[in-house]
């Protein structure tokens, strides 16, 4: 599975964009580039998926170049509810099915007031 | 209302004692998962299951044990040969099968210290 790389940590202030860049350059054919989010002492939760070009969600936008060595996850007009531990991860369906996240430490971002 | 349940949220052993960690789901997922995480650092997995009755070793198994005798239900035992138990324990749940990734929902973690 594909290793990743991301910034230990962000600062930000409320209502500006965000944008946390993850390299993955050993990125295999069929991963998908997945990024989580968790706050203290709670289980990640998915904020958004894709695979190339780009995302949009409700919460998020995930933009991935033609070469998909890295992706860019952009949270718009954050706020302070926005401050938690974001993680970027790669991978796809093992040749056996078995299906596995390797969570690296994350980016910690902080939104200040 | 659906999703995956974990309890205790907190739970305090003397070392040289099994616990065992409960983790539930209702969403009728074929896989679930344990991971530990460690202060300031990501999950780390310890066991997954992608079916009833059978179960494979993630990153961290040694010292755990696991069982998936109901689709619903995964427990985690944290057995006396794990070395350092005291964590934050994850357990989650997800759809198998087709292409690409499956998104995981997580429970809300038991903290297990021992001393």
């Known amino acids: ?113 | 209302d659906g999703g995956i349940t974990q309890s205790p949220k907190y739970l305090f052993r003397k070392e040289g004692q099994n616990v065992t960690l409960s983790c539930e789901q209702n969403l009728n997922h074929d896989a679930m998962y344990w991971y530990r995480q460690d202060p300031g650092q990501g999950l780390r997995l310890i066991y997954y299951s992608q079916i009833v009755n059978d179960f494979q070793k993630g990153d961290i198994a040694e010292g755990y044990s696991v069982s998936r005798e109901k689709k619903e239900s995964f427990p985690l035992t944290v057995t006396s040969a794990q070395k350092n138990p005291t964590a934050f324990y994850l357990c989650a749940s997800s759809y198998t099968g087709g292409q690409g990734f499956h998104e995981q929902y997580f429970g809300p973690g038991t903290r297990l210290t021992v001393t």
Not at chain 1, 21 to 35: E, L, V
Request: proline share 5%; hydrophobic share 30%.
């Open chain 1, 1 to 113: 599975l594909a290793k990743t790389t991301q910034p230990i940590s962000m600062d930000s202030y409320e209502g500006q964009e965000v944008n946390i860049t993850c390299s993955h350059n050993n990125i295999a054919t069929n991963d998908y580039i997945t990024w989580y989010q968790q706050f203290p002492s709670q289980g990640p939760r998915f904020i958004i998926q894709g695979y190339k070009t780009k995302v949009t969600n409700e919460v998020a936008s995930l933009f991935i170049p033609a070469d998909r060595k890295s992706s860019t996850l952009s949270l718009p007009r954050v706020s302070l509810s926005d401050t938690a531990v974001y993680y970027c991860l790669v991978g796809d369906e093992g040749l056996d099915s078995s299906y596995k996240l390797i969570f690296g430490s994350g980016t910690r971002l902080l939104v200040r007031p």
